[in-house]
């Protein structure tokens, strides 16, 4: 049976999921707090991104020293915004940019399935574990936590992101 590409077309927008932006977790997931850099690999994803047009947004732990190392890393114009807050990472920290309406175009890339990512889970976003350093054992307890997609390295991001990314 061949279909034609009019049809072929049409059942591709249909049942394929662009997404549309990623919000990344800061510490351990892009920067190490006590190395005071970036991860490797961190900068060649944003950049790569970037150079695709796809929207980034920042979300982690800290206040304006956090806001000043993302300026001093020269990372800060790859996101349209950048959210720092003390506190336990909640649900509404993150809503405003996942639209409720179609909440897998929303990535959230995280180093912690209890945190950051049973938070995107609630919310139905697309979740992708980067299972290294600090938090790469802590398993995640409740449904809510399991993500979507697990890399071992930040370093693996990029090309599963090529895949899900229109």
């Known amino acids: 049976m061949r ?3 009019w049809l072929l077309e049409l059942v591709h927008m249909r049942y394929s999921v662009a997404m549309t932006q990623v ?5 351990r997931t892009l920067y190490d707090p006590e190395k005071r850099e970036l991860l ?3 900068y060649d994803l944003l950049s790569a991104l970037a150079k695709k ?17 993302v300026e001093r890393l020269g990372v800060r114009a790859f996101f349209t915004e950048i959210t720092f807050r003390e506190g336990a990472k909640e649900a509404a920290l993150f809503r405003p940019y996942v639209d409720s309406s179609c909440p ?3 990535i959230i890339v ?3 399935a209890r945190s950051e990512l049973a938070v995107g889970n609630s919310l139905g976003a697309t979740t992708i574990w980067v299972r290294q350093g600090k938090f790469a054992v802590e398993e995640p307890e409740l449904e809510v ?3 979507t997609h697990v890399v071992a390295l930040l370093s693996e991001v990029k090309p599963l ?3 899900l990314l229109p």
Not at 23 to 27: A, T
Not at 53 to 69: N, Q
Request: glycine share 10%; no cysteine.
């Open 40 to 42: 490797p690999g961190a």
């Open 110 to 112: 995280g180093d912690r």
């Open 3 to 5: 279909l034609e590409p």
């Open 145 to 147: 936590q399991k993500p």
């Open 104 to 106: 897998k175009q929303t």
């Open 161 to 163: 992101l090529e895949l």
């Open 23 to 27: 919000i990344f977790d800061w510490k």
């Open 53 to 69: 047009d796809i929207p980034m947004i920042l979300i982690g732990k800290g206040d304006t020293v956090m806001r000043a190392e």
